[in-house]
């Protein structure tokens, strides 16, 4: 018998709808899952297997092959474990066959049959809410995130003997109660902002008119002078995130895996990465791109201290980024479009000792610039009669 189920996997930020159909048919006991799916999705056979007998099901001793389609997308992560059990449980008839259709269903599975939270679920949320499936059940963790997505049928399982009353009707699905859209109270004592500042009037002014016009801004001084504590207070400037632009926040740190409380993020976002970040890691990309950075900090402040300790092959793929607002990674399986609309906010010393300009404390050779400012070679070391 084959059986139909809806899920979704995610392309950037896009969720893109993938039907899981499980087909049983006698024959020698085997399970095989095919539709491009990277070792995760592999894995997911004995998660799956373990999950039904542990939850009290019996697991079909016939041929079972599963196929993600489109079979022509890469997919990956384990968001595909309940999808992929509820349709064992219906191409086995354990739940109705009907049950399954116009379901969304999200969620890794545990050995023991709990249906665990996932990367993604408000963009799988979406995705569900534009396909119009009458409803999306995921896990209890993260029912109250994908609740964020009005207009949609949100389900909230615990397991996977909870999923399966569920799909027969012999319950309904818990609804969360809270109000996820609601403007939270944010404490003014953990808010850094300019009252913590003394003296510096130059830079805060400079701060208030990036904030007021949306403005890049460098700093230079020697070590200890506040670039650092200033930097950290501008997104206490900029006004506060519209509905709109908090759920295109809360989306990116969902993708990302960052998102910890279910509600909506209404907090600017803050990003300082290391200088010794990779391109991909402050552009975005992999074998499936996931945000860099620049993402991380949509609508928010990206700060960059130590500015010319940054390798230079880095700082100039900030370019596009500063000039179109986003950040297309294009692979071989696909492309993927993140967002990228920040503030960039850089800190640099003088020089490499960081005193050019107070005296005689400098101890710098003038003719030697910042290491992220020297030319760089192919690295390879050539010979004396080369150089």
Same mark, same amino acid.
């Given at each position: 018998?084959?059986?139909r189920?809806?899920?979704?996997?995610?392309?950037?930020?896009?969720?893109?709808?993938?039907?899981?159909?499980v087909?049983?048919?006698?024959?020698?006991p085997a399970?095989?899952v095919?539709?491009?799916g990277?070792?995760?999705v592999?894995?997911?056979?004995?998660?799956?297997?373990?999950?039904?007998?542990?939850s009290?099901?019996e697991?079909?001793?016939r041929?079972?092959?599963?196929?993600?389609?489109?079979?022509s997308l890469r997919k990956?992560?384990?968001?595909?474990?309940?999808?992929?059990?509820a349709?064992?449980?219906?191409?086995s008839?354990?739940v109705?066959l009907l049950?399954?259709e116009?379901?969304?269903?999200?969620?890794?599975?545990s050995?023991?049959?709990?249906i665990?939270?996932c990367r993604?679920?408000?963009?799988?949320a979406?995705?569900?809410?534009?396909?119009?499936?009458?409803?999306?059940?995921?896990?209890?963790?993260?029912?109250?995130?994908?609740?964020?997505?009005?207009?949609?049928?949100?389900?909230?399982?615990?397991?996977?003997?909870?999923?399966a009353?569920?799909l027969a009707?012999?319950?309904?699905h818990?609804?969360?109660?809270?109000?996820?859209?609601a403007?939270?109270?944010?404490d003014?004592?953990s808010e850094?902002?300019?009252?913590d500042v003394?003296g510096?009037?130059?830079v805060?002014r400079?701060?208030?008119?990036a904030?007021a016009?949306?403005h890049n801004?460098?700093?230079?001084?020697p070590?200890g002078v506040?670039k650092?504590?200033?930097? #950290?207070?501008?997104?206490s400037? =900029?006004p @506060?995130?519209?509905?709109?632009?908090?759920?295109q926040?809360t989306r990116i $740190? &969902?993708?990302a895996?960052?998102?910890v409380?279910?509600s909506?993020v209404?907090?600017?976002?803050?990003?300082?990465p290391h200088?010794s970040?990779?391109m991909v890691?402050?552009?975005?990309g992999?074998?499936?791109p996931l945000?860099?950075?620049v993402?991380?900090?949509?609508?928010?402040v990206?700060?960059?201290?130590e500015?010319?300790?940054?390798?230079?092959?880095?700082?100039?793929?900030?370019r596009q980024?500063?000039e179109d607002?986003?950040?297309t990674?294009?692979?071989?399986?696909?492309?993927?479009?993140?967002?990228?609309?920040?503030?960039?906010?850089a800190?640099?010393n003088?020089?490499?000792?960081g005193?050019a300009?107070?005296?005689s #404390?400098c101890?710098?050779?003038? =003719?030697? @610039?910042?290491a992220?400012?020297r030319?760089?070679?192919?690295?390879?070391? $050539? &010979?004396?009669r080369?150089?």
């Open positions: 018998m084959l059986a189920v809806t899920t979704f996997a995610l392309e950037g930020l896009r969720p893109i709808p993938v039907t899981v159909e087909d049983v048919r006698p024959g020698l399970f095989t095919v539709g491009l990277d070792a995760a592999r894995e997911s056979r004995e998660r799956v297997r373990a999950a039904l007998l542990n009290g099901f697991f079909p001793l041929r079972i092959v599963a196929n993600l389609a489109p079979a990956a992560g384990p968001g595909f474990d309940a999808a992929l059990a349709g064992v449980l219906a191409a008839e354990q109705p049950s399954v116009n379901t969304g269903i999200y969620g890794e599975l050995l023991g049959g709990e665990k939270s993604g679920t408000l963009s799988a979406e995705g569900a809410r534009a396909m119009g499936l009458s409803r999306f059940l995921v896990a209890d963790e993260r029912a109250s995130e994908a609740a964020l997505v009005r207009g949609l049928n949100v389900g909230s399982v615990r397991d996977l003997r909870e999923l009353e569920v009707g012999e319950r309904e818990r609804i969360p109660d809270r109000d996820v859209h403007v939270p109270q944010i003014p004592q850094l902002d300019l009252s003394r510096q009037d130059e805060v400079a701060l208030l008119i904030a016009g949306g801004l460098l700093m230079e001084g070590p506040g650092t504590m200033l930097a #950290r207070r501008l997104p400037l =900029l @506060p995130l519209s509905e709109d632009e908090a759920l926040v $740190q &969902s993708v895996g960052l998102h409380d279910p909506l209404f907090r600017r976002p803050f990003r300082a200088h970040v990779s890691g402050l552009i975005g992999g074998g499936i945000p860099g950075e993402t991380m900090a949509h609508r928010g990206l700060f960059l201290d500015l010319s300790e940054f390798p230079r092959n880095v700082l100039e793929a900030l980024p500063l607002g986003a950040v990674i294009v692979r071989v399986g696909g492309r993927a479009h993140f967002p990228a609309r920040f503030c960039l906010v800190a640099t003088p020089c490499p000792c005193h300009g107070h005296g #404390r101890t710098c050779d003038p =003719l030697t @610039p910042p992220g400012l030319p760089t070679t192919s690295g390879r070391r $050539q &010979s004396p080369h150089r």
